[in-house]
T-cell receptor, first 111, second 116 residues
Framework: GQQVMQIPQYQHVQEGEDFTTYCNSS?????IQWYKQRPGGHPVFLIQ?????EVKKQKRLTFQFGEAKKNSSLHITATQTTDVGTYFC???????????FGQGTELSVKP | GAGVSQSPSNKVTEKGKDVELRCDPI?????LYWYRQSLGQGLEFLIY????????KSGLPSDRFSAERTGGSVSTLTIQRTQQEDSAVYLC??????????????FGPGTRLLVL
């Protein structure tokens, strides 16, 4: 069946260091979404990418959708303690609005 | 409020009891989703509704789990004869529609279920 994999599962960085999480789908995706879940919180939508090779930026966050639309990445420049949380990618399954989520990358930032 | 609300926020129950979890989606959102998240794990899809109908129930773990939605709004997830492995956070999300996964899903705060 369709799978969405994320690596790494955990990432510990020093404040100020960069961070990247990678998302790989077993199937071509029409779009990909990214969500952030703070510790003890619920997932919050960050962004959606639709076009092949698309790159979008939100301040220190850079999102990229691969040319083949099977992979995506989230890069954070100069991490801050406010970046702590788990980052999930999610792709459509072709079954209505159902999304399949990656397992998430948990980011911890040491001040 | 303007967001997705869920109740109760926490539920402790004894093994074998039934529980009912409630989700109030954002007003006007026709699609509603239930997920389960075990400690430190990802999101496990359970079921979604488009209006009052559930086109995909494939994620329900067993026949002890059921869900309904009435009036195109509130949804309840019922777990019968709870087991300890049912302990998790149950998250509800809603979106404007279920249009091929293009819609942003807005999550509620979740219900933390603990089965003793």
């Amino acid at each position: 069946g369709q799978q969405v994999m994320q690596i790494p599962q955990y990432q510990h960085v020093q404040e100020g260091e960069d961070f990247t999480t990678y998302c790989n789908s077993s199937t071509t995706l029409s779009n990909i979404q990214w969500y952030k879940q703070r510790p003890g919180g619920h997932p919050v939508f960050l962004i959606q990418l639709v076009k092949s090779g698309e790159v979008k930026k939100q301040k220190r966050l850079t999102f990229q959708f691969g040319e083949a639309k099977k992979n995506s990445s989230l890069h954070i420049t100069a991490t801050q303690t406010t970046d702590v949380g788990t980052y999930f990618c999610a792709g459509p399954t072709g079954q209505g609005g159902k999304l399949i989520f990656g397992q998430g990358t948990e980011l911890s930032v040491k001040p | 409020g303007a967001g997705v609300s869920q109740s109760p926020s926490n539920k402790v129950t004894e093994k074998g009891k039934d529980v009912e979890l409630r989700c109030d989606p954002i007003s006007g959102h026709t699609a509603l989703y239930w997920y389960r998240q075990s400690l430190g794990q990802g999101l496990e899809f359970l079921i979604y509704f488009q209006g009052n109908s559930a086109p995909d129930k494939s994620g329900l773990p067993s026949d002890r789990f059921s869900a309904e939605r009435t009036g195109g709004s509130v949804s309840t997830l019922t777990i019968q004869r709870t087991q300890q492995e049912d302990s998790a956070v149950y998250l509800c999300a809603s979106s404007l529609a279920a249009s091929g996964g293009l819609e942003t899903q807005y999550f509620g705060p979740g219900t933390r279920l603990l089965v003793l």
